[in-house]
């Protein structure tokens, strides 16, 4: 019998930790990681046996998550400005949400406690099986509601890693490491017994000892692609063994001796900064481990493009499966491609980026998110993304090493920690550079006249103190690091390069509407200039003439009339015109005209009359109007938009990290400026015409800044397009599209994150090696000017490796 079940990367059937049954790990109710090893359970009840818990309460299949971060925002906060109210009032302020850094300290000693339950949530949480037509119910549209999204740091990930235990490998060169330790420390400590030949001959012995341990883990444990190459690293350590080696034959015992101590303090400074730098790359280690077994969910073609026989002969499941078909699965695993298509079930990880076919569904939408969010046709989702409702159809985008998540965290040649300009420097400042430097001391101990050996050691410690594996991946620590928080708000920067140029970022434009702006203005005024027409016909008119477009000012009048009760006026040949408005013939033949001031310049309408009041209105905020019938200005529509929720938190984010907000929009100058004022945008771009913002980006990049855009794919392509840093929102997952940067929310501030966090990780990146590099740089030049022995040149070293190390876990720590 044919298994129609093909085996993932880890479907051998394992015992449930609850009740011993065996499970296939891939279709598990529940996953958890405790003591450092994952735990498969058939069901919740499973879970709450194991962990001695009291079951949940029957129903209540919601992720811990939901509980947690839905319940303290059950009212959600008012969206928008108070219609009546300038933007800049007093009360405004309240409406918005605090920044995410001021949550944590409203939280009651019970939320305290679900966020604490939050930590050991299952990754994948079980729910009943939805049957393909089963439809869903109506929800809230949490899109919209982006007050509900969680402060950055609250996820699953902050606990997770640590318990999960990954580098089992490298356990053997642990062991390596101290013995080198040991052996090296002993070297130098038997300078207390004297410089009796035999005492050296022992001391060279043990330095060997040593040197052969480094040596041994340096053959057999795997290089990472942050690791430099081994050679210039254990050169040194040689050579100090080679001169005292020369030195013992040449019968001067005083310089035998002086080389032993120098090459066991290379041998244990050595053994000591490779062990540091594991230490501090433990937590990235684990972390990226952890995503990486979440990502290697095998996915799933729904039944239907199998039956359609679109397999191609090549495309056998992945391995050989162990049983016959499985219940409600006539579907196959396989390493998808680009345009197949893909299902996901309530209750599992989503295996590959993808963009949604005809389904309506709720995820997590990135690894650790906790908030469900609704995702629609045509919405891209992001691997790693759980679904918690409904059954997802989608066509996969990217797989493997080019999903969003993958690209710049695991695959190797493009890991964004191993080819970022500073981890790339700092490897070869040790591969390179310190080789320079060696020759240099050499050089000078040469010049001045000292012996061979001599020379050798000065080379020897000068390579050693420069060439440490601390020095040589530090940095990129740190840059793993800043890719791991942004993905923990599902930031996805598309390569090493796009998250260093984001950190170099000094300008930050905000495609006004949809980022800052909710992008539903609503009307607030709406008054008739002159006897000709009443209120409601100007209203019925414009509403005529907006019908058929799509534009937010468009909707909103259409959705004005409609709520009063009016009748769109029969308006003929609406000709719409980008960023000004739209021209029409009424249904009485007369010449009609919606839109901005510049539209009515254009038309040569005069709105001399009303020139006060728009002026006054727009002072409001208001976006202005204008409707002219027979090119005489007959009503005035004023329509007010609302600041999205965390607008002012991301512009603090900005001007925290010294980014200059901009803020471009195709508004009156007037309005744009309240709206600036309310947010604390000193910058503004007002009244550019879609067409001309690349233009106006290019403008701005000219004047020798770094701009970065913030806005969303499709209708802000042109600003972003010009950017240096292009910042899309909500657009993780979805197809092909050149931006530097993705995010898997909608959240404005997460798009302002993601340049706030790559200015500050790319900042201690460069802190943590100069930490690094400086004393080792001093020590160096002390003994090249023969100040101080050679000895001392790696041990400066390495109290700047373990001041690096520090500080980098002091970071972890914090995070
Ligand atoms: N369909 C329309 N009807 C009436 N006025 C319009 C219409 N489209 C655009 N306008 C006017 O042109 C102005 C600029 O529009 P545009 O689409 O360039 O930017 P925007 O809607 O202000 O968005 P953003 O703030 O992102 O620039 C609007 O503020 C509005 O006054
Ligand atoms: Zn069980």
Redesign the pocket.
Known sequence: MVASRAAGPAAAPVPCSGCSKLIDPLRAGQVGIFDQRFHYFCNARCRHAFLGEAPPAPGDGRPAGLAASGAPFAGAPPRGLPSGAPPGAGGHHASTPRTPRAEPARASADEVAARVADLDAPIVDAFPPVSLDEKLPDLPVLDDDRALLEPIGNTILSEEPQRYDAVEGRDIGALLLVLAIIAGTLAVALTLAGDAKLVIGARIVLATVSAGMLLGRAATTARDATDPHPAPMLAPVLGGLVAAVWALFGQDRALAAEAASLAGVIATASAISAWLIESARHRVFAERAWIGSVLSTPARRPPGAWAQGQAPADRAPQRGGDGGPVEGAGDELYELRPGESVQVDAGEIVPVDLVVTGADVEVLPWIGATTPTRRRDGDPVVAGATVVRGRLVGACTFSGGDRAVARVLLDPRRRADALAPIAQASRALTERWAIGAAAIGALSAFVAGRAPVEIAMTAAAVLAALSTAITASIASVHVARGILLGLRRGIVYKSADAWDRAGKTSVAVF?????L?L?EPELAELEATGQKLKPSDVLAL?AG??RT?E????TA?VRAARARGLRPDGVRNPN???????TAVTSSGEELC??????MLEQRISIAAAESRVAELEALGR???LVAVGARLVGIIG?Q?GLRPGARAAIQHLLDAQIEPV??????RE??EAIGRSLDIDHIRP????AD?GTEVRRLIDAGTSVAVL?HAG??DAALGAADVSVALGAAGSAPADFSTVLASDDVRDAALSLALAHRTRLEARVGLALSVAPALVGAAVIAAFVLPPAYAPIASLLGGVMAVVHARALDAKS
């Open positions: 495609c006004a509407r949809g980022t702006l992008g414009a003439a907006e477009e534009h937010p000012v468009a009048i719409f015109h980008p960023g000004l408005g739209v919606v839109g901005n001031r510049a539209l976006t202005v109007v329509l938009d803020l471009m929009s195709g508004d009156a309005t744009c009244e550019i015409l879609p913002r806005g209708v802000d």
